[in-house]
């Protein structure tokens, strides 16, 4: 991965069968699912976040994001632990035609220890066009607001988070290419 996503961030899709079609992870917020917990995240805090696909292409695609567990993977804390991610809980978009000029957005459940969640890395592998997309990774944490990453303004949270470093990054990324 070149360049981290901070999640808030659009991310182009560069292959030529892709071109036009983008993606975005954000609305990283604590949450229950409409339906109530799931038995194997008791004890643990749920998070949600939103999925968007935007297809500013010509053509339609078929996006397929739903039950398969490598389509959505999170992992919280500085190791990298699995969260758990609440598929049945979850918001779906299921062998969706994503016209021209249009959106479609999942709501996505995930529940983890309290204390991880402060550093989350959400990594989207649908499948687009009847076939399996390379993962696309956002990283972030809760409390951490989507404009902190950027560097007009900060959130007091942002320095002592993966998202503050992965701002620093981007800065020095550029200080570099100029």
Same mark, same amino acid.
């Given at each position: 991965? =070149?360049i981290?996503?901070v @999640?808030g *961030?659009?991310?182009?899709y560069?292959? *030529?069968e892709l071109?036009?079609l983008?993606?975005? /992870?954000h609305? !990283?917020?604590r949450?229950v699912p409409?339906r109530?917990r *799931?038995d194997?995240a +008791?004890s643990?805090?749920y998070?949600s976040? %939103? ?7 010509? +053509? ?7 039950r398969?567990? &490598?389509h959505v993977? /999170?992992?919280?804390? $500085? =190791?990298g632990?699995?969260a758990?991610v =609440? @598929?049945?809980?979850s918001?779906? @978009?299921?062998d969706? #035609?994503?016209?021209?000029q249009r ?5 996505i459940y995930?529940?983890?220890p309290?204390g &991880? !969640? +402060? %550093?989350?890395?959400i %990594?989207i592998?649908?499948?687009i066009d009847d ?5 696309y !990774?956002w ?7 989507? #404009? ?5 303004? $900060?959130?007091s949270?942002a320095?002592?988070s993966?998202a503050?470093e /992965?701002? %620093?990054f981007l &800065?020095?990324?550029?200080a570099d =290419?100029?």
């Amino acid at each position: 991965m =070149d360049i981290p996503n901070v @999640i808030g *961030d659009w991310h182009d899709y560069q292959s *030529d069968e892709l071109a036009g079609l983008r993606v975005r /992870v954000h609305g !990283l917020q604590r949450g229950v699912p409409p339906r109530g917990r *799931d038995d194997d995240a +008791k004890s643990l805090t749920y998070v949600s976040f %939103q999925v968007t696909y935007e297809n500013r292409d010509t +053509k339609v695609h078929s996006i397929d994001l739903s039950r398969h567990p &490598k389509h959505v993977d /999170v992992r919280v804390g $500085r =190791d990298g632990h699995a969260a758990f991610v =609440d @598929i049945d809980g979850s918001e779906r @978009i299921s062998d969706y #035609n994503l016209y021209p000029q249009r959106r479609v957005t999942a709501v996505i459940y995930a529940a983890a220890p309290a204390g &991880k !969640l +402060k %550093q989350v890395d959400i %990594q989207i592998s649908p499948e687009i066009d009847d076939e399996s997309t390379f993962g696309y !990774l956002w990283v972030g944490g809760l409390g951490v607001h989507e #404009n902190s990453t950027r560097a007009s303004t $900060r959130a007091s949270t942002a320095s002592h988070s993966v998202a503050g470093e /992965v701002e %620093q990054f981007l &800065k020095g990324t550029a200080a570099d =290419d100029t």
